[in-house]
């Protein structure tokens, strides 16, 4: 019995939207994967938790967060190939648009028009930069989109134990958590312990934060995008620190199955290399629309299956539009992942044999704009498995079979028990 592991990525929108995607998207093939299944909903890190997606994901994968996760900016060094040793901070970051003045953000995500040929040439600028003095150096990369890695290296050791400059995402311990409300402008990074590490480390966030503002307003690639009236990507915001990769054991260890993930972004890659996940990587840029990428993505899922015990697959799509308030954008993103990526599987597979998981890493809500702490729906689909349900949803699966899993961790182990029931 193989295993087929898909999270989509923000879809659900909660039970408190005035209209819910899951509930009015035209998805058959989904939907028909739900008529032989063990439903519920799940908390995918933990009750009153609005997570980010690597939190989130690590959780999905039998992870207890509060053990194993040490901030989102190690995974995403780990995924970009960014050298991180003992001693050294790792921040995810962000390109972003904002008012020099006042500091005010404009768009934390550039509008989402940053190409990754652009921010490639705009972290040239940043890549290097020596500072307190020559006392510390910073390596930035640019990944996919707006998204880019930070790692802080000095002479002495550094602590992750500081705020994020990204106001949208607050720290508790090493978890950021999404905020429903906040002040909408670069924040300042602050120490959250009292050591002399934490208050440095602040401080060079601060002054990289700082001399980027001054770098990027007029980069060329900047003065371009304002000559066609496009945003300037004219500043870096930060979240996330981390100072060390996950203790985590393999996942084949964990559970005794042969793990593949196919994933597209570096935190994902950066998440399988910690836990020792063999990676197929998908070039989101080599695909000129988003139906491509999600056939590429079915057709990699299936044959790694050929030589694995469980695929993991990340869909990325619903999140986006949540994020941007746009319900029909949503609502098409699901359907384009249930006819290019679900069809494919459900014509190619045999059912009888894989055992097939489908939920998400948290609620986007559309009308919120922001990741949420509702539960999300959870299905382990399989045609000798009882639940009949009408289709894929956070409201239909309310009172299923699996009950309210307080913890995303805890769904592999249930996961790995069905099989040895059905095989």
């Not at 009882?386 to 182990?413: C, H, M, N, V």
Request: hydrophobic share 40%; aromatic share 8%; glycine share 8%.
């Amino acid at each position: 019995m193989k295993i087929l592991y898909v999270v989509l990525d923000g879809a659900p929108d909660g039970f408190n939207a005035p209209r819910r995607v899951l509930d009015e998207a035209y998805k058959p093939n989904l939907d028909s994967l739900a008529s032989a299944c063990l439903s519920g909903l799940m908390y995918p890190v933990g009750p009153g938790v609005a997570p980010e997606s690597d939190v989130a994901v690590m959780s999905l994968l039998g992870y207890d967060p509060q053990v194993y996760y040490t901030g989102r900016g190690p995974l995403e060094a780990l995924g970009a190939g960014v050298s991180f040793y003992e001693g050294c901070v790792a921040f995810r970051a962000n390109f972003a648009t904002v008012d020099r003045e006042t500091l005010r953000i404009i768009d934390r995500r550039v509008g989402r028009s940053l190409s990754s040929w652009e921010a490639r040439e705009i972290a040239k600028a940043l890549d290097g930069m020596s500072l307190s003095g020559g006392e510390a150096r910073a390596v930035f990369k640019a990944t996919v989109g707006h998204r880019a890695v930070l790692v802080l290296c000095g002479g002495r050791k550094l602590s992750a134990s500081v705020s994020n400059s990204d106001p949208a995402y607050e720290r508790r311990g090493l978890i950021s958590v999404a905020l429903k409300t906040f002040e909408n402008k670069v924040a300042e990074v602050k120490p959250l312990e009292d050591t002399l590490e934490a208050e440095f480390t602040a401080e060079l966030a601060n002054e990289f934060t700082r001399r980027a503002l001054e770098i990027l307003e007029d980069h060329a690639v900047n003065k371009e995008r304002e000559a066609r009236g496009l945003p300037k990507a004219n500043a870096v915001l930060l979240r996330d620190a981390g100072d060390r990769r996950p203790p985590a054991e393999p996942i084949s260890g964990k559970f005794g199955l042969k793990f593949t993930a196919i994933a597209e972004m570096p935190v994902e890659i950066g998440i399988a290399r910690a836990l020792s996940i063999n990676v197929e990587s998908v070039d989101v840029e080599a695909y000129a629309s988003k139906p491509q990428l999600l056939e590429a993505e079915a057709l990699k899922s299936i044959e790694a299956l050929e030589f694995s015990d469980a695929v993991y697959v990340h869909l990325k799509g619903p999140d986006e539009p949540g994020h941007d308030g746009d319900f029909e954008g949503k609502v098409r993103a699901v359907e384009d992942i249930d006819r290019y990526f679900f069809k494919i599987v459900l014509d190619k597979l045999d059912f009888r044999n894989v055992l097939v998981i489908v939920t998400s890493d948290h609620s986007t809500p559309w009308n919120l704009k922001a990741h949420s702490d509702d539960p999300v729906p959870v299905m382990i689909s399989h045609p000798r498995l009882g639940d009949k349900r009408r289709r894929f949803s956070e409201l239909e699966f309310k009172g299923g079979s699996l009950g309210l899993i307080d913890a995303g961790y805890k769904l592999l182990p249930t996961v790995v028990n069905v099989v040895r029931d059905l095989s």
